[in-house]
C-alpha cells in the first residue's frame, strides 16, 4: 500500500510537471506568433493583442487598459505608435482632458484581419492540429472552467 506522503509527493509533482509542460506549450506557440505576425505585418505580440482588443466602434484609452496585459503608459505609448503608422487613430474626448478614444482605421482593420488569420494559422499547425477532436473538447472544457473562475474574458476575432 502507497504511503500518504508518497502520493502527496506524486500528485505535486505531476501538477508541477503538467503547469511546466503547459508554459512550455504557451511559450512555444507564442514564440511562433510572434515570428510571424513579425514577419507577414511588422506587428508586435503585444501589438496584435491592443488591436484585437479594440471593439469595432472604438474605446476609451484607459477602458483598453483594462482589456490588455500592459501598463497605462505603455498603452497610451503603443497607441501612440500605431497611431503614426496609420493603424489606430486617437481622438480627445472633449469630457475628459486627459481621456482619449482609440479607433481602427480602415488599414488598421485591413492589417488585422489578415494578422487574426495569421494568428489562427499559428495556432492550428503548432498547438490544435496536434490534438484530436475529443482532446480539443477536454481541454476546452477544462481551460474555460479555470478561466470562468478567473475572469472568463475572451477576445473577439470578429473585426
Do not use: Y
Not at 511588422?42 to 471593439?55: A, H, W
Not at 482609440?102 to 490534438?131: C, S
Not at 480539443?136 to 473577439?156: I, P, T
Request: glycine content about 8%; hydrophobic content about 40%; charged content about 30%.
Amino acid at each position: 500500500m502507497a504511503n500518504t506522503d508518497d502520493v502527496t509527493k506524486v500528485s505535486r509533482s505531476l501538477k508541477v510537471g503538467v503547469w511546466r509542460s503547459f508554459m512550455e506549450v504557451h511559450n512555444a506557440v507564442l514564440a511562433g506568433i510572434g515570428r510571424e505576425l513579425d514577419a507577414r505585418h511588422r506587428l508586435s505580440v503585444s501589438e496584435f493583442d491592443l488591436l484585437v482588443n479594440i471593439p469595432l466602434d472604438g474605446t476609451r484609452l484607459k477602458d483598453l487598459k483594462e482589456r490588455v496585459v500592459l501598463t497605462q503608459s505603455a498603452v497610451s505609448r503603443m497607441a501612440d505608435r500605431l497611431a503614426l503608422r496609420g493603424l489606430v487613430s486617437r481622438e480627445p474626448i472633449e469630457s475628459d482632458q486627459r481621456g482619449a478614444l482609440i479607433r481602427l482605421t480602415d488599414e488598421g482593420r485591413t492589417l488585422l484581419r489578415a494578422a487574426v488569420r495569421t494568428n489562427a494559422e499559428v495556432v492550428e499547425h503548432m498547438f490544435a492540429d496536434r490534438l484530436d477532436p475529443a482532446e480539443l473538447l477536454g481541454l476546452q472544457g477544462v481551460l474555460g472552467r479555470l478561466s470562468a473562475e478567473d475572469h472568463g474574458r475572451g477576445c473577439d476575432t470578429e473585426v
